[in-house]
């Protein structure tokens, strides 16, 4: 219960305080701020026509930047920046991937001096709005790894919203990552 009422109090204020740090705002054009990333094609797209995209879009939103830790434990958790460029709110789900058995919604919660994190339910995207998904904040846990992960490999990912989801690939940064490195891409 102690968690729940940490992780309220989160979920209500993500997109105005928590994120603030890494939250853009999308301007009329769809394109973020200076603090954001090189000017992306806005041209909707799956990850079947552009393989090996670190970016995807569908129905107006678009998911940028996917990445995960090195690891070689049986679970990761995944960050990506969401841009809801659509005209409507959207709800961000879950996941799906074949190298986990598990993609769940969780948020970083305090449990009795603890950090972890826990299960949440779908997230809204308000129309014109960012959400980013960042260490001690919101993730996608991927469950049941099926294998290690080492820096500088990728992999593909399903972001699963209310609408349906968004192809893309996502890559393996350091294990003391903070932020995705860009390293071997651009866009």
Same mark, same amino acid.
């Given at each position: 219960?102690?968690?729940?009422?940490?992780?309220?109090?989160?979920?209500?204020?993500?997109?105005?305080?928590?994120?603030?740090?890494?939250?853009?705002?999308?301007?009329?054009?769809?394109?973020?701020?200076?603090?954001?990333?090189?000017?992306?094609?806005?041209?909707?797209?799956?990850?079947?026509?552009?393989?090996?995209?670190?970016?995807?879009?569908?129905?107006?939103?678009?998911?940028?930047?996917?990445?995960?830790?090195?690891?070689?434990?049986?679970?990761?958790?995944? !960050?990506?920046?969401?841009?809801?460029?659509?005209?409507?709110?959207?709800?961000?789900?879950?996941?799906?991937?074949?190298?986990?058995?598990?993609?769940?919604?969780?948020? !970083?919660?305090?449990?009795?001096?603890?950090?972890?994190?826990?299960?949440?339910?779908?997230?809204?995207?308000?129309?014109?709005?960012?959400?980013?998904?960042?260490?001690?904040?919101?993730?996608?846990?991927?469950g049941g790894l099926t294998r290690p992960f080492r820096e500088g490999e990728e992999f593909?990912?399903?972001?699963? !919203?209310? !609408?349906?989801?968004?192809?893309?690939?996502?890559?393996?940064?350091?294990?003391?990552?903070?932020?995705?490195?860009?390293?071997?891409?651009?866009?």
């Amino acid at each position: 219960m102690r968690a729940l009422a940490v992780l309220l109090p989160l979920l209500f204020c993500l997109p105005h305080s928590a994120l603030a740090s890494g939250t853009h705002t999308v301007s009329e054009t769809g394109h973020g701020d200076a603090e954001a990333h090189e000017t992306h094609d806005e041209a909707e797209h799956h990850h079947d026509e552009d393989e090996g995209s670190h970016e995807g879009t569908s129905e107006g939103v678009r998911a940028v930047h996917a990445w995960i830790r090195e690891t070689s434990a049986s679970s990761a958790l995944l !960050f990506v920046n969401i841009e809801n460029t659509s005209g409507r709110q959207v709800k961000l789900v879950g996941g799906h991937t074949e190298i986990a058995s598990k993609v769940e919604l969780v948020g !970083f919660a305090l449990k009795d001096g603890e950090t972890g994190y826990d299960p949440l339910p779908p997230v809204p995207i308000q129309p014109g709005k960012s959400l980013v998904l960042a260490p001690n904040a919101l993730a996608l846990r991927l469950g049941g790894l099926t294998r290690p992960f080492r820096e500088g490999e990728e992999f593909e990912i399903e972001i699963e !919203f209310d !609408f349906g989801h968004i192809e893309m690939q996502a890559q393996v940064e350091s294990i003391n990552a903070t932020r995705h490195s860009h390293a071997g891409h651009q866009h």
